[in-house]
């Protein structure tokens, strides 16, 4: 495998040809989506300036662009300019840009014109509050971040995901269930590889990002597109490929594996072009050539993710896309560290998870100033989950089946949606999208479970058995009015049907914008919304006495969280941002048990299975409340600087009617990051970049253990009257990332290498309080302490 490496580093720049840089982009109206033709591009503070204009599809190429970081300023009569900084440029790929420009406000006759940098600004133009954009540069730019989207927003404020092991984002103290994940404009289940029934987060992100077109997150008050969550959104975009030239990829990391892409040009007559990547497992490589990769419990993934744009045609833009994902890990009991708080030498467990999404997207222009898209796709996420006794009876070599999960969710989305600017005021947006989703699902457990047919061993028990449909239903529709030059209204209605419980909701959307002067603006946002309970909560069976179970939970009805934000922008000088948002958050209708508990919905979801309870209705409530500062520097003039802050009170009610913290209470987060890119040599190609990133966060709420209890049960048992009383102790996090980047001189070819050391001070962070069966003690089980990534790029 070493000589086959060798080799094929050595050979790869023979196999391409002398290319200079180039920016091909297209700009179009950001409310109608129609190109945009005659707009001027330029390069800011090149020698000489380059420029182009965009021909009647709204497109552009700049060409001998220098490698590097550039800016372009974009300008159409009528419209507002914008100036686009950091734009990433290597010899060994062309850059793809999508600039929407708005048109100027027109008062007597008029035309005002100002100039942006709208760095910050969302993709959808309707998300005008508590929502920003990021890129796929980002993912890969900042420290610690493991070319992960997921953890890359947790650097943005409002956010906490102070877990090493797992990616699930909360945000404004809410669980992480409440996330919703969209791609192409429609909901996609749990992107994740390991991932499981009901959660929204895991341990490696099945999301390519060297795919991912500008995207949105979106944190409070969304517009009533969104639906069927209460917490934040991810609005994924997928980028299109170059569509004039093929290019390669590939690439090498510690987390993100051994990864192949290439793109190009499809039926160059219609402008269509496509992006393929796979990516591999690196310790499941490393372990097959003999490495040594410091585990047994290997995990193995892969996925393959495209796009392809099939180009404009009389009928308009079809494109189809999609995402097919894999992954397994096993844990062998003898194997395993006797001392280990999560995991027992006596079993072994074995984890396989599939994901996949297949889509095709059509959108129409109708005439200059609206269109309609079409999305349609099918999903499918499948688990299998089971754990075994060893020696089971004394016996060596015997072993005994204990639990056993098997899910497999199949969904068929459609969205449409009409889109049409009526006016330089008024935007109007309306649409549907329908969610079937058939599901087999089946947990059985021997775990503490008498023998009731008396063969001698423990009797399987259903916790979950259901196989059936159900369907969504959502609609909405929505309007942007510019009431003056500087105050713009965002209002909508959203509705959404759940056909198994036959429950609705209608929600207002509301949004207010203030530009109250050049550099700053105050925003007003108040959003009503509601979410389906977690698939394996609300179809979870309760245990009876003989042996049976019966299902308690499939009557629960939405949960509801209602939004209100008020946040204050300021822009002090160029390419800087200060930006404000005070937010409360109060939810009902929360599950919780109908006895008096300390239980609440509110507390789960961050883990791999939720907590099994019976019996819950829709009684608790709780509230999030908080404010946050964000300062940033955008990438120009070679460096960067972020620094974000969370101050927030996460509370919520049981049964029991006492409010304690949630699961999620950590009270505050910081995060500071901060990079430089050097410039080495007279030539220009070559690159020192510097980042680091400093993170801290207070500790999370958490339930003590009875230990008497425990032993005497042979398994964990919580103190329920002191639920979330104690606190871990605060999360503190250093990363350092170095980087070097090559541009060939000679050949269009360009190589990136990043070394990311992750938690510089091998500080111990807590990760939870654990019984130990096998032990029988409470102890401390730690988070990853120091962990060196690296990475290794070549484009051509």
């Known amino acids: 495998m070493k000589k086959l490496l060798t080799l094929w580093i050595a050979v790869l720049p023979l196999l391409v040809f002398a290319q200079t840089s180039t920016l091909r982009g297209v700009v179009l109206d950001i409310q109608s989506e129609t190109p945009l033709i005659g707009v001027t591009i330029r390069t800011v503070g090149t020698d000489p300036v ?218 160059k007559k219609n402008g269509g072009s496509f992006v393929v990547a796979y990516r591999h497992s690196f310790v499941e490589v490393a372990d097959a050539a003999g490495l040594n990769v410091g585990t047994t419990a290997l995990p193995r ?108 969710l199949t969904q068929w989305r459609l969205s449409s949606l ?46 979950r058995d259901f196989t059936g449909n159900f369907l969504m239903t959502e609609a909405y529709a929505q309007a942007q009015y510019r009431l003056t030059n500087r105050i713009t209204l965002n209002t909508g209605v959203h509705g959404q049907y759940f056909d198994l419980t036959e429950d609705w909701a209608v929600e207002p959307r509301v949004a207010l914008n203030w530009q109250v002067a050049p550099r700053s603006r105050i925003n007003l946002g108040y959003g009503l919304h509601h979410q389906a309970q977690p698939l394996p909560v609300f179809l979870f069976r309760k245990r009876l006495p003989d042996g049976s179970t019966v299902p308690t939970n499939n009557n629960l009805d939405f949960t509801r969280n209602q939004h209100f934000v008020l946040g204050y922008d300021l822009k002090p000088a160029t390419d800087w941002r200060v930006k404000t948002e005070l937010y409360y958050q109060f939810l009902s209708q929360v599950p919780v048990n109908a006895f008096s508990s300390s239980f609440s919905m509110l507390n789960t979801g961050a883990d791999f299975v939720f907590p099994e309870q019976s019996d819950l209705v829709n009684d608790g409530t709780g509230f999030n409340r908080g404010v946050e500062i964000t300062v940033e520097k955008f990438f120009s003039k070679g460096y960067y600087a972020l620094v974000t802050t969370s101050l927030y009170d996460s509370r919520y009610k049981g049964s029991d009617g006492v409010e304690r913290s949630t699961a999620f209470d950590g009270g505050y987060v910081f995060n500071a990051l901060a990079g430089k890119e050097f410039k080495i040599g007279s030539s220009g190609r070559r690159f020192l970049t510097f980042d680091t990133k400093f993170t801290t966060a207070g500790g999370r709420p958490y339930t003590p253990v009875d230990l008497p209890a425990s032993q005497a049960a042979g398994t964990e048992v919580l103190l329920d009257n002191q639920a979330f009383s104690l606190r871990q102790d605060d999360y503190f996090r250093w990363d350092v990332k170095f980087g070097f980047r090559i541009n060939s001189s000679k050949r269009k070819f360009s190589q990136t290498f990043f070394l990311d050391f992750q938690n510089i001070t091998n500080h111990e962070n807590v990760f939870a309080m654990r019984y130990n069966e096998e032990r029988g003690t409470v102890g401390r089980v730690n988070q990853i302490g120091f962990f060196p990534d690296v990475m290794y790029r070549v484009e051509f």
Do not use: C
Request: glycine share 10%; aromatic share 8%; no cysteine.
């Open 50 to 267: 380059l420029g182009a204009t965009t021909d009647e599809n709204g497109r552009f190429v700049i060409r001998n662009s220098p490698v590097g970081r550039l800016a372009i300023s974009v300008s159409y009569p009528g419209y507002e300019s914008q100036q686009i900084p950091n734009i990433l440029t290597t010899a060994g790929k062309e850059v793809q840009l999508d600039v929407r420009l708005q048109e100027a406000f027109t008062n007597i006759g008029e035309v005002v014109i100002t100039a942006k940098t709208d760095k910050d600004r969302p993709m959808n133009e309707l998300a005008t509050i508590s929502a920003r954009q990021f890129n796929t540069e980002e993912v890969s730019r900042y420290s610690g971040g493991r070319n992960d989207v997921a953890k890359l927003v947790a650097n943005f404020a409002g956010v906490a995901a102070n877990n090493d092991s797992r990616n699930d984002i909360i945000i404004r103290g809410n669980s992480p269930t409440g996330v919703l994940w969209r791609l192409e404009g429609l909901p996609i289940p749990n992107p994740n590889h390991f991932a499981t029934l009901g959660t929204t987060g895991g341990p490696v992100s099945a999301l390519n990002p060297n795919l991912i077109s500008n995207s949105d997150f979106l944190t409070g008050a969304f517009p009533a597109e969104y639906g069927n969550a209460l917490a934040g959104v991810f609005d994924i975009n997928l980028r299109t490929g170059n569509k004039d030239k093929f290019e390669f990829m590939g690439q090498m990391g510690a987390f993100t594996g051994m990864e192949a892409m290439i793109e190009g040009p499809l039926n």
């Open 301 to 408: 993934y892969k996925d393959l993710s495209f796009n392809a744009d099939l180009g404009k045609t009389k009928l308009g833009r079809l494109s189809v896309f999609g995402i097919a994902a894999t992954s397994q890990i096993d844990f062998l009991g003898p194997e395993l560290d006797s001392t280990d708080l999560w995991a027992s030498r006596n079993e072994n467990a074995f984890s396989r998870s599939r994901f996949g999404v297949l889509g095709v997207k059509h959108n129409v222009l109708l005439n200059d100033h609206s269109y309609i898209r079409t999305t349609v796709s099918g999903a499918f996420t499948g688990v299998r989950y089971r754990e075994e006794y060893l020696n089971y009876g004394g016996e060596p070599g015997q072993t005994l089946e204990k639990f056993n999960v098997k899910d497999d």
């Open 418 to 463: 009409y889109n049409n600017k009526i006016n330089q005021r008024l935007t109007f947006r309306t649409g549907v999208l329908l969610q079937l989703q058939h599901l087999e699902t089946g947990v059985d457990t021997r775990e503490r479970v008498p023998d009731f047919n008396g063969d001698g061993l423990p009797d399987w028990v259903a916790l």
